[in-house]
């Protein structure tokens, strides 16, 4: 396993965001996640660790050789967004010679999904409300 201690979510249950206030420190925490998720290749790098079979099993990983072929960036950009991932607790990581395998970290995962869903009781919003496609142009 990595030396390094992660900072990951608290691992308590969060309640949805819409459901109950939220306190500074959580909104931090969430936003420090979010961050990290709001860039196109970290969130290809995570669907790729989860899509393998070994980047679903703590301690299994999948190998930073196999991530970086997918992407037209430098393997050091790659390892940079690795980083930031592992950073916001949404991978794990484990140094095996030369290589660095990762995995996912599913508690981190079920608190966003947690912190993003709809409680029961909050009622649909009414048809105006809801964001509008563009229409097809005509030309």
Known sequence: ???????????????????????????????????????????????????????????????????????????PTISHHLKTLREAGLVGSERRGTWVYYWIVPATLKQLTGALALPDLLPDAPPEAAPRAAAPSSR
């Open 1 to 75: 396993m990595s030396k390094q201690s992660l900072p990951v979510l608290d691992s308590g249950c969060c309640a949805p965001l819409v459901a109950e206030l939220i306190d500074e420190s959580e909104a931090a925490e969430l936003a420090r996640v979010f961050k990290a998720l709001g860039d196109p290749i970290r969130l290809r790098l995570l669907s790729l660790i989860g899509a393998h079979e070994g980047g679903r099993r703590a301690g299994a990983g999948v190998c930073v050789c196999e991530l970086t072929g997918a992407f037209e960036v430098t393997a």
